[in-house]
């Protein structure tokens, strides 16, 4: 690849970066063989998921629909070589990136070459190099690949270029993993949308009106049309769930700590208060097993000294008696008592308990999260869940450092004097944080007083704020751990959001993702194959809002009026997905209970 | 108890709330059955350890002279009541209250209830109620025990009553351990040595113009003078290892997040960038093992989620291949090119070594810690060793927390008006901290303007100034992986310190153990047999400074002159200890590398 010229630290506007970042992102395309045509844009409908079909070869198609499990033993059989593999997935993703804007760079050169290693090597040793031989993987930009720009989706860090390759590829590669697709992110990461000055906006494939969500946003509308089968995303407050649920496709954010991040870059880059993980989106359950287990076998904790050494478990697990046999229990979480899933949400949870209450496998009891419970009183404070207070600050912490070290901050300042030449803020980046609609005085100190270029915001927060946060923090995982030991359930089956992929720029509710990073719980998203408008709504209209709804908060209000204005037309083709909680450490337990439950539930583990 | 009455908040002067607590700490003293004789201060001599013998009763004598696995083994038999050891406990730590100044309050109230529960149980079952079966196990007074005064040696604090006991006192209790003792810390806990305005300052039992060391001090002394053969310390950067070394007993500082705090009260509560950890002092190594695998069997991390889910292991070990019988394989760090020991420390080294070559069981490896390494060369910055930069300023942060919210801080303001009323820094809190005679100009903005009361200080270091040190510490500790990788040493052999225990005011070099706790490493101390003054000194002349010699920093020319200053006289009767080290997450395999070690060398694993 040609080196990177075009930044502003070399005197370019961000106009002109963005351009050039583009383009180069088209000649990565334009290089490939036998590429998809150019689609004309009036010829595309709103979902847009039916198109690979109409384009692609036969052996395109073949290849793509096929899920990890099933391409990784094609792959190490030698039935379909790496190479043939690898080119019917880039040219998915080519389709992809006209159809949904998902891509910031195809890796053909990289790929082809990896492929014809892998197949040389079958075929001179009959053996694949690892679990995963020859298959695909894509990868959210921000994560680091040796040689390749690493702009995180800023613009004024174009023109960074990672020295190495970042650990968790290393590893994956090692395994047998190529990777030829780098995906977009939003604008600081801190979205669960994906939108930046570099690349634009991320569409939903499944309906372009709607986001893809974020902050893996590209992988997610990736993987949502199959244009990757396995990728990677990473996850702070919802970022690889809620792609994965807007998609309709599986995405797991493991416990802090077990996966390594050493090679990825963000503003929160040094941060300890909530520890940012590294997870798979992928068309199927066992996709997300094999990509975890490949990753800790090769015990990863003695490379990056800041991960757990807890090896992958097979059988026994933690908080599981020796020998016991009994019935999964899971509480199930109807709503968070602060906003109300919209109604397709609440259907789609309703039928699955239904099925789960008629399984010999399954134990259902309620999660009851806000009332009737006295070890509960400790969070609530001030009249205001103290786990949003407690994000809010450490959220907020974030953001400092966003300001500090982007394009809005100092940084911005030196490479420009004139305010005209300011980069923007995206739509979402204007409303500064989803939590802006927010419960505390420190939201609306900080709404008021940021501003580009304003360093006044860096002086609100210091780091006795930080810590004291912190230990409200501690104290509140100390609680919710009690309060799982007294209630010794499994898994928690609640929303993986607030209502199905939402309309663009309107993202601002975290708390069904956010709480778990809060809590450092493993948690995976799963599609329950439904769709909004598909014909398995009918008998569920008891979950609509009633008429004399009133909101039991500012952002359940919020929340109301989006689905109050659109309806089930609005959110059409959007897939309806539900989450699953483990216990911290628990992840293993988490990926089995899903199996059981999916399988209870007459659900596919494949999408 | 009483109720605290005595506090600055209830308008009393600091003089007055620390004559009370002493009152308060006499009259516990006081209230001991049979209570050994008040001492003339002319009678003891500067080495006080010989004064038992010739004080205490045959039979206590008896009991405090055994080891943590002989006192179990006896009290779970019945041979000696849990009401008899324990009484004989607190009237050996009566007596070194007298002779260092290391008790905060005596509990005999709770002791003797908790005995006679343990000696009913025993009787009517026939059973011990676990592992630690009436065996007395000392505390430093900023681990809350439920009703009793939690002030973590602030003058300010007086008052704050603790309203539960911490959870490691709740797991010890439940497998048998009997609380009867409180011990001292320092001011701010960021010594390493022990003195605050409560109580003034803990003094060495081998020679009472030498330091207890720090912050375990209290612990430290008392242990040092078997008025507990087992108690538990902190250590963010030397806390249970610096007073274990003075005065020549085991201690243990395990990695960080392994055994549970929840309960303790300190200034840098909710700090993330070096995790503080709890661990023991004991005067066998066997103690220090007994102590860790009773608290992991008891799954702590079920109860304080910030815990990592590392069971206890009894065989295999991380890193260890399965099966494989080899040599253990020491690395040895002479020096840490930075401060050169003292004599004794030097001289000690080199004989274990030595006799640690003579051995079947061990391998010797020099660990070169900064030179002729090309991996090592990326923590040398600016002629600086990087993880000195680091720590300073991490450690800096911590500082920045004392001065928030202790007497110094804004707290202080609010209590009074008049300058003179101030409450004083004690020796070391004037130099401010250990590391004033530090390397970057960080330091020297910080002495600039450190002032009581003064609050520009809190400005200097902002949230991205903490993120980015602890950027770099995650740098430092993957280089320090790389480097373990390649050597594949199983532990480290080094120095405890920079000498023996140092003259009171003088312990200002850290760096032999906050190395560890940068790394977050193991690491544990023991004696040598050897003291200072000994017989066993002889043929040690080679160890001495040469006439000419250079210090090769400001802090090693520090070091230089304490000895050059005082000798062998003045450090007369202090042990010598050196320090083992082991890998992030392998405790047990430390422990069990330091009885393999300690048998090859020919050292006792009890003193």
Known sequence: MPPVTVTTASGATWQEVAADRQR??????????????????????????????????????????????????????????????????????????????????????????????????????????????????????????????LNGGFVSWVGRVAEEDALILQ???????????????PQTLMHLETSNNLYGTTVNPHNTTLTAGGSSGGEGALVGIRGSVLGIGTDIGGSIRSPAANNGVFGFKPTALRLPVGGWTATMAGSDHIVGTIGPLSTSLEGVSLFVRTILRARPWLREPSLVPVPWKDEDQLGEEEGERRKLRVGVIWDDGVVRPHPPVAAALSRVVEKLKGSDEVEIVDWECWEHNLAWEIIVCYG?????????????????????????????????????????FTPLGNHCYPYRNGFSSITHTYENTLRPCDSLLVNIFRIPTLWQAQQERDAYRTSYAALWNERAVDVILCPAGPGVAPKLGTARYWGYTSQWNLLNYPAIVFPTGVKVGGTQEEGDKAHEYPADYKPMSEADGYNYGLWNERGVEGYAGAPVSLQLVGRMYEDEKLLRALKTLLNAAGLANTC
């Open 384 to 424: 205001i869940p103290l786990h949003f207070r407690i994000l809010e600050r450490l959220m907020l912490c974030v953001w400092i450092q966003c300001y500090e070290f982007s394009e809005f901050g100092p940084n911005y300042i030196s490479l420009t004097e004139e305010p005209k030449k300011r980069r923007p």
């Open 171 to 185: 590893i994956l590669r090692d395994a047998g993993a190529v990777f030829y697709v780098r995906t977009t992110q």
């Open 24 to 149: 180069h992102r088209d000649v990565t395309i334009a290089s490939l063989e036998s590429p998809p045509p150019k689609l004309l844009t009036n010829d595309v409908p709103l979902n847009t998921t039916g198109i690979p079909k109409s384009v692609l070869t036969a052996e395109d198609l073949d290849i793509t629909e096929r899920n990890v499990e099933d391409l990784a033993s094609k792959l190490a059989s030698g039935e379909w070589s790496a190479k043939k593999v690898i080119q019917a997935f880039m040219r998915r993703a080519c389709l992809a990136q006209q159809l949904t804007n998902c891509v910031t760079e195809l890796l053909p050169e990289e790929a082809l070459k990896r492929a014809a290693e892998l197949d040389d090597h079958l075929a001179s040793t009959g053996k694949p190099v690892g679990p995963l031989h020859g298959v695909p993987i894509s990868v959210k930009e921000h994560i680091g690949i040796k040689g390749h720009d």
